[in-house]
């Protein structure tokens, strides 16, 4: 696809998602009382941007078992993080009561970080540590409470070249503390599509594969460094292996 028609169609998505976000926005105000219907009403809205936003990249998306996100109950969902694409893929997929764990610097983003701040999302700050881990504690225990479930990305940011980066810890407390289940969410070829750099999209098939919930009820602290790299191990091998044949 030409740089120009990227910016085009981008140009076209984003300003849709504009009129959407402002849409919810208005929605969001009359149900500030009540956390858990923001965070529901928003898990909507994501499904539908995050549709939106990655039809000008010309992505041709085919998921795999992606129905493992709703009937292995509340967990946690990790997943690879590559390219923007990531992003808006989340917001598909995550599941109803789902949350999401945005830098704090999305509330910059008009129209989409006002409506975060009253979506009952959490938001990190990752330049402060003990803030950042006071976040974490406060939201393993609301989902905990409310029987929800949590969206990270364990690499933290996402990867220059498109490899696989050392996964962060912080997907692993929130396992401690909420003794939820980890489900993997692999995203293959993300980066071909909509690589770093001046706004070019490379369409193509973008695989995203569901896999088998891993426990955590045994985990220990003793224990987090071979936690976070059981599941990056996961990823390696999946990666490695490329996306499976065939869509369900």
């Not at 598909?92 to 945005?102: D, N």
């Not at 990190?124 to 406060?138: L, P, V, Y």
Request: net charge positive.
């Amino acid at each position: 696809m030409s740089r120009f028609m990227s910016l085009f169609r981008m140009s076209i998505a984003s300003l849709l998602m504009f009129i959407l976000s402002v849409c919810f926005v208005v929605l969001m105000i009359p149900l500030l009382p009540w956390r858990l219907v923001r965070i529901k009403c928003c898990n909507v809205y994501g499904s539908i941007a995050g549709a939106l936003m990655i039809w000008p990249t010309g992505a041709e998306v085919i998921f795999h078992d992606r129905d493992k996100v709703n009937v292995q109950g509340p967990s946690i969902l990790v997943s690879n993080h590559c390219s923007t694409i990531d992003m808006w893929l989340g917001m598909w997929v995550c599941p109803m009561g789902g949350c999401g764990l945005a830098k704090k610097e999305i509330r910059y983003v008009p129209g989409v970080g006002q409506l975060y701040l009253l979506s009952g999302h959490p938001m990190i700050d990752r330049s402060n540590r003990e803030r950042a881990i006071s976040t974490m504690n406060e939201m393993a225990n609301f989902v905990r409470n409310n029987g929800l479930s949590l969206w990270i990305w364990p690499e933290g940011t996402r990867s220059k070249d498109g490899s696989l980066q050392e996964f962060k810890k912080g997907f692993v407390h929130a396992a401690l503390a909420t003794k939820l289940p980890i489900i993997p969410v692999v995203v293959h070829n993300a980066a071909k599509i909509f690589p770093r750099g001046p706004l070019k999209f490379e369409p193509g098939p973008l695989d995203v594969e569901v896999l088998d919930a891993v426990p955590t009820t045994d985990w220990a602290v003793e224990s987090l460094e071979d936690h976070v790299q059981q599941i990056r191990d996961i990823f390696v091998k999946k990666l490695e292996a490329g996306p499976p044949v065939g869509t369900n």
